[in-house]
């Protein structure tokens, strides 16, 4: 559709006025809306446990962490819907309760999938990394339990680590750490 001469990108206000079925998830690239892809039971498992180690360790931090309904404003022509991120400020305030995106998180997790695992690593990982807030990017392997770990160390400098046995997930910017277990729990 990039090609397509008549067709117009559309910006980031004009997605979020949209009215879409709630039984579909869509997210704006380049321009272009995308529908998104459903996730597995692990998927879903190791999301919510994410969001639950986080909430409960940031509360009365003024950070919040927010599962997949929560977008990230990347520019005028992109949002995408992180499974979870974490903003900090206000996060009580009734601005921010209103709020459908967000344009500065400190941390991201994409739970991979083998449909979406090269796009997270690469097409969103470029575009993550233009977000000036963001301190940390993790993806999350929920079948073989790793994690990549990548940290903003300077303004246009990362560190990207890729963990070949399970480890848990340090995050400077929040002063905590994420344990292995708590990742992938079962129970």
């Not at 997270?120 to 392997?141: C, H, M, P, S, W």
């Not at 480890?167 to 079962?186: A, K, T």
Request: glycine share 8%.
């Amino acid at each position: 559709m990039r090609g397509d001469l008549q067709y117009q990108p559309i910006t980031v206000q004009q997605f979020l006025r949209i009215d879409f079925a709630s039984d579909r998830k869509y997210e704006l690239v380049g321009g272009m809306i995308r529908m998104m892809t459903g996730g597995s039971p692990a998927h879903a498992r190791v999301s919510a446990n994410i969001v639950s180690f986080l909430h409960q360790r940031l509360r009365g931090s003024g950070c919040r962490a927010y599962g997949s309904d929560m977008g990230v404003q990347i520019g005028e022509i992109d949002v995408r819907y992180p499974d979870v991120s974490v903003f900090c400020g206000d996060p009580a305030s009734v601005e921010a309760e209103e709020r459908l995106v967000y344009a500065d998180p400190v941390v991201i997790f994409e739970v991979l999938s083998p449909s979406t695992s090269k796009g997270d690593q690469n097409e969103k990982l470029g575009e993550y990394r233009e977000v000036a807030a963001l301190q940390t990017i993790v993806f999350v392997d929920p079948i073989n339990e790793l994690t990549r770990v990548v940290q903003r160390l300077g303004p246009d400098s990362w560190r990207d680590d890729l963990f070949a046995k399970p480890r848990d997930v340090n995050l400077p910017s929040l002063s905590l750490v994420v344990p292995h277990h708590e990742i992938f729990g079962r129970d």
